[in-house]
């Protein structure tokens, strides 16, 4: 497992926090019932701005990343700008 890393996302603005991940922690630092999560196959296309069809808003702070095959994980804030601590 490499070191946990913070990552800064922008209000409004997918964020990619994580690259051809099979598991994985992701913990909100801040404002987590505003985030909104994403995920896509590597290498596939980045969601885009405003793009919520394939979104789940948080309601815990701490995410679990597990998938069979390698995922590009990206998060929004939404509202407000905030951090988030990925643990890979």
Avoid at 3 to 8: A, E, G, Q, R, S
Avoid at 19 to 46: P, R
Wanted: hydrophobic share 40%; with cysteine.
């Amino acid at each position: 497992m490499a070191d946990p890393v913070i990552v800064p996302c922008t209000a409004g603005v997918w964020t990619k926090v994580a690259t051809n991940v099979t598991a994985g922690l992701i913990h909100i630092k801040d404002n987590f019932s505003e985030w909104q999560q994403t995920y896509k196959d590597t290498g596939g296309a980045a969601p885009t701005n405003g793009d919520y069809s394939t979104s789940v808003a948080f309601v815990n702070p701490t995410m679990e990343i597990s998938a069979s095959a390698g995922i590009d994980v990206y998060l929004d804030p939404r509202k407000t700008a905030g951090s988030v601590r990925v643990d890979l």
